[in-house]
């Protein structure tokens, strides 16, 4: 059963300006893998990031550096979570995390949609 969706859009040269002015944000915001790449697909994590925290239904105990975009071997991105983050989406009953993610024309975009196992307490 689905239990939260999220969306969010960056315009990637906003967010480009606002890392170039606020260098630490990246320590803050990503992980030391992620770190390493190209603006646009920073920005698309961004963007990811901050659309599982919608489909949570908030932030409370969720760490943006224990949220990091993976993607598989066929290139599909899949969130890797861990510390405190990876225990509130267990305890908020949610088994599968579902994520999309583009960026075109300026801007990146992502979607996640949040499924329950049937245990715990939904979002």
Do not use: C, N
């Amino acid at each position: 059963m689905i239990v939260g969706i999220g969306v969010d859009l960056v315009d990637i040269a906003r967010f480009e300006r606002t890392i170039e002015r606020t260098p630490r944000l990246l320590d803050r915001l990503f992980s030391a893998a992620e770190r390493e790449l190209k603006p646009h697909s920073l920005a698309a994590r961004y963007a990811a990031k901050e659309a599982l925290i919608k489909a949570l239904g908030g932030s409370d105990g969720v760490h943006w550096t224990e949220i990091e975009v993976t993607p598989e071997a066929s290139g599909r991105p899949w969130f890797t979570l861990t510390g405190s983050t990876a225990e509130v989406v267990a305890q908020r009953g949610i088994g599968t995390l579902h994520l999309s993610m583009s960026h075109d024309g300026g801007f990146a975009t992502a979607y996640v949609v949040a499924e329950s196992t049937g245990a715990g307490v939904a979002a």
